[in-house]
C-alpha cells in the first residue's frame, strides 16, 4: 500500500503510482495543463490502479461532453474490476457511478460522506465545490470546506489550494472580507494558483472595486502561462473591470486578444471548451447592450452554441446557447435548440432536468426574446423565473448578465417599479454597486 502526500491510503504498490497520482491531484486543483499526463503515467506504472480510472474517467466528465460518457464508464469498469478499492476509493467510484447516471446530487453527497471521515481529501473537496458550482449550490458549497476547515493547517500539504477553495465557498455566500484574506494567502503562498486570484477578483467585482481589480489581475498575468483554458476566464474577469469603466475598445482588444483568439494553442487544442464558450457569450452580449459593434465576432461563438445543442450537461452553458444562436440571427438553430431544451426537460430523468424546466428554459426564451426587441415577452418570461435562475449554475457575477437583460427591457418599456426591484434584489444577492451594473446612475436603494 502506498500514500498520497497527505498520507492517505492508495490501492496500489507502486511508489512511482502514488508520485504521479498526487502530481496530477495538484495539477488538477491547480487548472494545469499537464494533470491527463500525470494520469496517464500513473496508470503506465500500476495499469490496475483504482485511483488512476476513477481520476481518469471524472477528468472526462469534467469536460461536459456527454458522447465522451462511454470513456469516463469504461475507466469506471476499470476501477470496479480491480476488486481492492479502499473505502475512500470506493466513495470515488459511488460518485463517478451517481455523475454518468446525471445524479450530480448523488455524486456530491458521496463526496461529502468521504470528506466527514478523510477531510484532507482536497481532490473530493475540489470535484465537489465543482459540481455544486456549476448547479449554482454555493451555501451547501460553503458548508463543506468549512466543517473540513479545522483539519488543514499552513504545513499541509496542498494548503495553497485549500485556501483558494475556502475563498470561494465565502466570496459566493458574500462573506468577502474572509474570502479576500483567504484568496491573498494563497497567492502569497504561490502566485500560479489561478483559482486565488480569480475568487479575489470575484470580490472586487461584487464590490465594484474596478480599479483594485484590473491592478490586482495585472500584476499576476505573468504567472499564468502553465494554466489550462481557466486562463481565459481570468482575463474575463479583467474585462469585466474595463466594462463598468465604460473602456470598450479595451474589452475588445481583451477579446481578440486572450479570450478568443483563434491563434492561441489552448483556443486551437480545444475551440468549443465549454468555460471559453461561457465567457465569450457573455462578453458579447455585455458589448452589444453597451452599443458597441461586435462584427462578425457572433459567428464563431454560434458554431460552437450549436454543437451544444442537445447537450444539457452545463445549465449556464445551456442558457448560453441561446444568447448565442438569436444574437447571431440564427433563427433555425434556435428553433432546434428550444425543441431539444424544452423534450429534456419534460423526459429526461437526471437532476439537470428539474433545472432546465425551472432555470434554464425561462433564461432562454427571456434572452432569445431580448435580442428580437420583445421587451414584453422578457418580463413576462423572465420577472416570474428571476428568483430562480441561481440554478442555471455558474457565479453571481455569471448569472447576472440575464438580470442585465430584464433590467434593459425593463427601462425600454419605462418600467421603474421592475428596476427598483431588481436593483434591491441585486444587492441582496451581494452586489454593492447594483446600479453601476446596470448601467443606471447610482440611486438611494432601500
Known sequence: MQ????????????AETAHALSLAAESFIGQKLDTMAHVNAALE?????VLGHLIKGLLIVGVRLPQRYPEARAELDAARAGGTANEREQGYIAALSALLNGQVLEAVSHYETLLQAYPLDLLAQRLAQLELFWIGESVWMRNIIERAAPAWSGDVAGFTHFQALRAFGNEENGFYTDAERYGRDSIERDPTNGWGAHTVA????????????????????????????????????????????GELDTVVDLYDQHIRNPGSPLIKANPSHYGDFQNCVDLLKHLGMHGHDVGDRWEPVADVAEGRIGNQAAPLSSAHVATALSSAGRDAAVEKYLAAL???????????????????LPAAEGAIAHQRGEHQRVLDVLIPARRSLWQIGGSHAQRNIFTQMLADSA??????????????????????????????????VH
Open 342 to 360: 424544452r423534450d429534456f426537460a419534460t423526459t429526461d430523468e437526471t437532476n439537470n432536468a428539474a433545472r432546465v424546466r425551472t432555470a434554464v
Open 3 to 14: 500514500y498520497d502526500d497527505r498520507g492517505l491510503a492508495l490501492s496500489t504498490e507502486s
Open 45 to 49: 506504472a500500476d495499469p490496475g490502479c
Open 411 to 444: 427601462q425600454h418599456l419605462g418600467r421603474q417599479d421592475v428596476v427598483d426591484l431588481l436593483l434591491e434584489e441585486m444587492l441582496q444577492r451581494g452586489f454593492e454597486q447594483p446600479a453601476e451594473r446596470l448601467g443606471l446612475p447610482n440611486p438611494t
Open 202 to 245: 470575484h470580490v472586487m467585482e461584487m464590490q465594484g472595486r474596478h480599479e483594485d481589480g484590473i491592478a490586482w489581475l495585472d500584476g499576476l498575468k505573468d504567472h499564468w502561462s502553465g494554466l489550462n483554458n481557466f486562463v481565459h476566464h481570468l482575463w474575463w474577469h479583467r474585462s469585466l473591470f474595463h466594462l463598468a469603466r
